[in-house]
Structure formats: C-alpha cells, structure tokens
C-alpha cells in the first residue's frame, strides 16, 4: 500500500511559492484516507495547501503529536476552512500549560515563555473540532497507528530539561507524555511520521515496531528533535537508524540544520529534507 506525504508547514521551503513558518504539518494519505499530522504554528498550512492544490476538504482526521503552538496554532485556519465536523487525536496533557525557559544571551535569569496550545479547548470545538484525548496507541484504521505514549527506553535519549508546566502556579519539569507519532504499516516495512519527538527519535522507532508487531521500519519522516543533541546522542542515533534499517530518512523542523547535515552524510540518497512542498510517495 503506497503512502503519500505532503508537507504543508515546515520551518523551510522546498518549493516555489510555498511559504516557511516555524512548526510541522504532513498531510499523510493511504488507503483512501487522509490524515493530516499537526496543523503548524499560523495559516501556513492553509496557505500552501492552496499553492500546491491540495484539496483539504479530503481530510477525514487530524492528529496532535503534542501541544506546543508550532503543532497547533494552524488549528482554527484549519478548522474554518474545513467547514465541518472532524476528529482531532490528541494526547489529555496537550491541554497542559505548557512553557520553554528562556535563558539571555549574556546569562543571567531568565523567563518563562508560553508555548503551549494558544486557543481553549471550547474555541476550537465551536469551530467542529470533536477531540479524541487517549493515551493508548490508537488505530486510525487497519493500517495507520497514533502511538500513544512513548516509553524512555534508550540510554541517550531525554526530555528537553528547559521545558516546563505550570501546574497550580510552580513550574514543573514537562515530561512530554503527549508526545506521539503517527504510524503507517506498509507491505515495505512501517512508515513513522514525526512531530517532534520530544521523547526521542528511536524510542519512538521503537515503539512504533513494538505496537503494531511489524520489525521493519521503512521510512521515518519529520520533527527529529536533534537540534540539541550533543555529539555521543548523534552518533547513537546514526547507529541505531542503521541497525533498524531504515531505509528513508526525512528530516523536519526541530532536526536543526547541524544533525540534518550529518545525517545526509551518512545515509547518502537515503536521506532527504523534507520541507514544506515536499511531496513524498513511499
Ligand atoms: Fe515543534
Ligand atoms: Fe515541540
């Protein structure tokens, strides 16, 4: 079964006429059905689906990998467009008050910025919005998976220690457990689509084999998360994308430009950026 990935926000552009804002939306089509992963930050995503063709109204349900504003912000030009009633998956604590801290460039104290979800739970529903909260994987239909959370299993891989919650007024450590992907089964292996992988790139590879059954991991695609990674977690990565033998990898948004040069070293044409206008057939 072929997979289509259109990507209609991302950071960059690969694309005449496309426009760059920073966060991700992969429109991800299969078997008849199509699934758009975030929304991006603005009105990207309706913006370049119009410059590419794209016909939204296909759209039968939305996932939310997690709920930062650059996977969400897209929701209500989204939803006006739609025009109507959809599903949107999500993780319960996307709704979490969710904040970055913010050091200065010349140290000092710093401040907490607010990140998370920039419209209430009520505006987007007013707009056709039908929320699906699990914390489960979630089968979409017989071929396409949403995660659920992910577990911490490998030794490099963690949360970001700058991201935070404020919970009843102190902030507390944001663990992420929103922080999902979607899965596609393929007669090739499996197709992971990523937000941003806060809870790393390969405990989420991981898991995606460890839910749906299947060893073989064919392609992986979107927010890595690597923009942070020091040099050892980097070189595990690399490993461990070998040892699964992945054999497609496109990079996104949070991938940082240092991690997706390396990986297009060593993976060669396996390896491709993918940036908004970039339409994929797996
Ligand atoms: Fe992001
Ligand atoms: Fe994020």
Redo the contacts with the bound molecule.
């Keep these: 079964m072929p997979v289509r990935l259109t990507t209609l926000c991302e950071n960059t552009v690969g694309a005449l006429g496309f426009s760059g804002e920073w966060g991700l939306s992969i429109l991800v089509e299969a078997g008849g059905e199509a699934v758009l992963l975030d929304a991006g930050l603005g009105d990207a995503v309706v913006k370049n689906a119009d410059v590419g063709g794209v016909d939204l109204g296909k759209i039968s349900k939305v996932v939310i990998s997690?709920g930062?504003a650059?996977?969400t912000g897209g929701l209500r030009p989204l939803l006006r467009r739609l025009g109507k009633q959809v599903e949107v998956y999500g993780h319960p604590a996307m709704w979490d008050k969710k904040y970055a801290y913010v050091k200065p460039p010349a140290g000092g104290t710093g401040r907490y910025r607010y990140i998370g979800v920039p419209y209430c739970r009520e505006e987007l529903e007013g707009l056709g919005a039908s929320f699906v909260l699990h914390r489960e994987p979630v089968w979409l239909n017989e071929n396409m998976v949403v995660t659920g959370e992910v577990p911490m299993t490998t030794s490099f891989e963690q949360v970001d220690d700058n991201m935070f919650v404020n919970k009843d007024g102190d902030f507390v450590p944001d663990e992420l457990p929103d922080d999902r992907a979607l899965v596609v089964k393929t007669a090739k292996g499996l197709v992971v689509v990523l937000?941003?992988a806060?809870r790393g790139m390969v405990n989420t590879l991981l898991h995606a084999r460890e839910i749906t059954g299947v060893q073989e991991i064919y392609a992986v695609v979107g927010g890595t998360h690597l923009i942070r990674a020091k040099e050892d977690q980097l070189r595990e990565t690399v490993e461990a994308l070998r040892r699964l033998g992945v054999a497609r990898i496109g990079v996104s948004h949070?991938t940082g430009l240092a991690a997706a040069a390396l990986l297009a070293r060593e993976f060669g044409a396996a390896f491709f950026f993918n940036n908004a206008g970039t339409v994929v057939d797996l």
Excluded: K
């Design positions: 997690h930062h650059d996977h937000g941003c806060h949070c």
